[in-house]
């Protein structure tokens, strides 16, 4: 064997070795996931909401219940990415644990409120008892930010560093209920679909990952913040005096305005663009007219408007 050959053995065999530790762990080991990765990869702060949410459970208490909470995560697969530090937000385990505390508040809200479309933090429970793995990303023309696996494969979902980075903790929560609704339905094929939407579903209103990623949106628009924290009452601040000297107050909304903002474009999106049958856009044009329809809300009565006729097969 000469120099060459050696050097191509030796190249093969440290991407075998590699490729087999992160079949065999789960942990990442892909140059791809260097965490915290550069710094333009960070959505900036005041979007990603990963600071504001922090503060509120970062707590020995709160970090270990959302991180047991029955789901089963691995703490080996976590321990380079900030398991043993939840509260830095360099690294991707501090940024799940604001969506998880997320999703929690929602429900626990939603039920002082009259209830949400699913007891969302239930919900996740139930469909991925086996928990969530961290992955690398993958590059290529669609990065996917999660993958969830059904069982009989494991009932778990992978998690990509994307998600951690450039999304906000709102959209987070949201990848997170569409994902659980792959434990039971797939999507179908995506040329039913726009042909630049993989994640093509049925119909709107069936229970599908795409409509639960809404449904989870919905119920989150509406759910404001509570006074003391724990508590059933909402807390009420002063907003804004108008130019006669009135003075208006609203509810504090749980996601920032420029959150609930891009979650009502998200969802008009999923809801043209990802349905075999296309829905109509959320009934509310911006986070402001959320908040005009003060609680208790009709649950029955819900945001989203009607369904259209069947989209014309894309060939
Ligand atoms: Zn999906």
Known sequence: MNRIQWRITWVLS????????????????????????ASARFLDEGLSEDSRFVSTWCTDTEVSSLWSSDFDIDAEEWRDLGFRNACDLRYPVGRFLSSLFLVRETQRIGALQGGNRK???????????????????????????????????????NLYMNLFYEHSVPSRAMTLAHEAAHEYEGHTFAFRCDPDSPSCDVEFGEDNANTNGIW???????????????????????????????????????ASDRNRNRLIDESNSILTNRFVYPAEEMVYADAAAVDRAPPPYDFLGHLIGVKLPRRERVS
């Open 14 to 37: 440290v991407a075998a070795v590699r490729l087999l530790q992160e079949l065999l762990s789960g942990t990442p080991v892909s140059a791809g996931c260097t965490v915290p990765p």
């Open 119 to 157: 007891r969302w933090w239930n919900y996740l429970r139930e469909n991925e008892d086996s928990g969530y793995s961290p992955k690398c990303d993958e590059g290529g023309a669609v990065q996917p930010k999660a993958k969830h696996f059904p069982e009989p494969l494991d009932s778990s979902t």
């Open 216 to 254: 989870f949106a919905e119920d989150l628009l509406r759910t404001y913040e509570t006074s003391p924290p724990g508590t059933g009452t909402l807390l009420s601040v002063r907003r804004s005096t108008s130019a006669e000297g009135e003075v208006s107050c609203r509810w504090v909304p749980l």
